[in-house]
C-alpha cells in the first residue's frame, strides 16, 4: 500500500509535499520531521493533565 501526505505544521505556513510512497517510507518520513522539529524548538510538548 502507498499513500501520499502533506505534512503541515502547527502555524500552518509550513508544510511539506511528499510524493507517492510506501506506508513504511512515509512513517520514516514523519518521524524525521517530528525528529527536526524538537531540534530546532518549533514543536510543542503534550502535557498530562493532572
Do not use: C, F
Not at 502507498?2 to 505534512?7: E, G, K, P, R, V
Not at 513504511?24 to 524525521?32: E, G, M, N, S, T
Amino acid at each position: 500500500e502507498t499513500n501520499i501526505i502533506s505534512l503541515i505544521a502547527h502555524d500552518r505556513d509550513t508544510h511539506v509535499e511528499l510524493p507517492l510512497m510506501s506506508k513504511l517510507a512515509v512513517a520514516h518520513r514523519i518521524l524525521d520531521e517530528v525528529a527536526r522539529l524538537r531540534q530546532s524548538g518549533r514543536i510543542y510538548r503534550l502535557q498530562e493533565k493532572e
